[in-house]
Nanobody
Framework: QVQLVESGGGLVQVGDSLRLSCAAS????????VGWFRQAPGKEREFVAA????????YNANSVKGRFTISRDNAKNTVYLQMNSLKPEDTAVYRC????????????????WGQGTQVTVSS
Protein backbone atom coordinates (compact mmCIF):
# COMPACT_ATOMS: atom_id res chain seq x y z
CA GLN A 1 0.00 0.00 0.00
CA VAL A 2 1.13 3.51 -0.86
CA GLN A 3 -0.10 6.46 1.17
CA LEU A 4 -0.31 9.88 -0.45
CA VAL A 5 -0.84 13.15 1.41
CA GLU A 6 -1.47 16.44 -0.37
CA SER A 7 -0.72 19.86 1.07
CA GLY A 8 -0.31 23.46 -0.04
CA GLY A 9 -3.86 24.42 -0.96
CA GLY A 10 -5.48 27.63 0.16
CA LEU A 11 -7.41 30.76 -0.74
CA VAL A 12 -5.77 33.03 -3.31
CA GLN A 13 -6.70 35.77 -5.74
CA VAL A 14 -6.84 35.65 -9.52
CA GLY A 15 -3.31 35.66 -10.94
CA ASP A 16 -1.66 34.33 -7.79
CA SER A 17 0.44 31.19 -7.50
CA LEU A 18 0.38 28.08 -5.32
CA ARG A 19 2.59 25.03 -5.06
CA LEU A 20 0.90 21.80 -4.09
CA SER A 21 2.87 18.89 -2.65
CA CYS A 22 2.10 15.18 -2.76
CA ALA A 23 4.12 13.28 -0.18
CA ALA A 24 4.31 9.49 -0.55
CA SER A 25 5.18 6.76 1.91
CA UNK A 26 7.46 3.82 1.24
CA UNK A 27 10.84 3.25 -0.34
CA UNK A 28 9.68 2.43 -3.88
CA UNK A 29 8.27 5.81 -4.82
CA UNK A 30 10.61 6.03 -7.80
CA UNK A 31 8.73 3.10 -9.40
CA UNK A 32 5.46 5.04 -9.56
CA UNK A 33 4.03 7.49 -12.00
CA VAL A 34 1.98 10.22 -10.33
CA GLY A 35 -0.95 12.25 -11.57
CA TRP A 36 -2.85 15.27 -10.31
CA PHE A 37 -6.63 15.47 -10.62
CA ARG A 38 -9.18 18.02 -9.53
CA GLN A 39 -12.90 18.02 -8.86
CA ALA A 40 -15.31 20.86 -8.19
CA PRO A 41 -18.74 20.33 -6.58
CA GLY A 42 -21.22 18.93 -9.07
CA LYS A 43 -18.55 18.25 -11.68
CA GLU A 44 -16.66 15.15 -12.74
CA ARG A 45 -13.07 14.54 -11.79
CA GLU A 46 -10.71 16.20 -14.25
CA PHE A 47 -7.18 15.20 -15.17
CA VAL A 48 -4.65 17.98 -14.59
CA ALA A 49 -1.11 16.66 -15.03
CA ALA A 50 1.04 13.55 -14.71
CA UNK A 51 4.71 12.66 -14.47
CA UNK A 52 6.58 9.45 -15.26
CA UNK A 53 8.77 7.76 -12.69
CA UNK A 54 11.98 9.30 -13.98
CA UNK A 55 10.53 12.80 -14.09
CA UNK A 56 11.66 13.19 -17.68
CA UNK A 57 8.21 12.88 -19.26
CA UNK A 58 5.22 14.97 -18.23
CA TYR A 59 1.65 15.42 -19.40
CA ASN A 60 -0.66 18.38 -18.99
CA ALA A 61 -4.31 19.01 -19.62
CA ASN A 62 -4.98 21.67 -22.23
CA SER A 63 -6.69 23.84 -19.63
CA VAL A 64 -3.48 24.24 -17.61
CA LYS A 65 -0.74 24.17 -20.26
CA GLY A 66 1.57 27.12 -19.85
CA ARG A 67 0.37 27.76 -16.29
CA PHE A 68 0.91 24.57 -14.27
CA THR A 69 4.12 22.55 -13.95
CA ILE A 70 4.44 19.08 -12.43
CA SER A 71 7.77 17.91 -11.03
CA ARG A 72 9.13 15.35 -8.61
CA ASP A 73 11.93 14.80 -6.14
CA ASN A 74 12.27 11.06 -5.64
CA ALA A 75 14.82 11.54 -2.87
CA LYS A 76 12.07 13.26 -0.89
CA ASN A 77 9.25 10.97 -2.09
CA THR A 78 7.39 14.07 -3.21
CA VAL A 79 5.63 15.30 -6.35
CA TYR A 80 4.82 18.97 -6.81
CA LEU A 81 2.29 20.92 -8.80
CA GLN A 82 3.32 24.53 -9.35
CA MET A 83 0.25 26.55 -10.26
CA ASN A 84 0.69 30.02 -11.72
CA SER A 85 -1.73 32.59 -13.11
CA LEU A 86 -4.59 31.01 -11.22
CA LYS A 87 -8.13 31.54 -12.45
CA PRO A 88 -11.51 31.12 -10.70
CA GLU A 89 -12.15 28.01 -12.79
CA ASP A 90 -9.14 26.39 -11.12
CA THR A 91 -11.11 26.24 -7.87
CA ALA A 92 -11.45 22.59 -6.86
CA VAL A 93 -10.24 19.86 -4.56
CA TYR A 94 -6.91 18.67 -5.91
CA ARG A 95 -5.85 15.05 -5.41
CA CYS A 96 -2.72 13.19 -6.36
CA UNK A 97 -2.69 9.56 -7.44
CA UNK A 98 -0.04 6.93 -8.12
CA UNK A 99 0.40 3.82 -10.26
CA UNK A 100 3.30 1.57 -11.11
CA UNK A 101 4.88 2.93 -14.25
CA UNK A 102 4.33 -0.01 -16.60
CA UNK A 103 1.98 0.33 -19.54
CA UNK A 104 1.40 3.85 -18.33
CA UNK A 105 -1.57 6.00 -19.28
CA UNK A 106 -1.60 9.53 -17.84
CA UNK A 107 -5.37 9.68 -17.30
CA UNK A 108 -6.21 6.18 -16.03
CA UNK A 109 -4.95 3.18 -14.09
CA UNK A 110 -4.21 4.89 -10.78
CA UNK A 111 -4.38 2.61 -7.74
CA UNK A 112 -3.63 4.96 -4.85
CA TRP A 113 -5.17 8.33 -4.07
CA GLY A 114 -4.58 11.08 -1.57
CA GLN A 115 -7.28 12.77 0.49
CA GLY A 116 -7.21 16.04 -1.41
CA THR A 117 -6.40 19.68 -0.72
CA GLN A 118 -8.73 22.60 -1.42
CA VAL A 119 -7.72 25.36 -3.83
CA THR A 120 -9.98 28.40 -3.99
CA VAL A 121 -9.33 31.26 -6.41
CA SER A 122 -11.34 34.41 -5.83
CA SER A 123 -11.77 37.46 -8.03
Amino acid sequence: QVQLVESGGGLVQVGDSLRLSCAASGRTFSSYAVGWFRQAPGKEREFVAAIRRSGGTTYNANSVKGRFTISRDNAKNTVYLQMNSLKPEDTAVYRCAAQLDYGFSPTSGYDYWGQGTQVTVSS
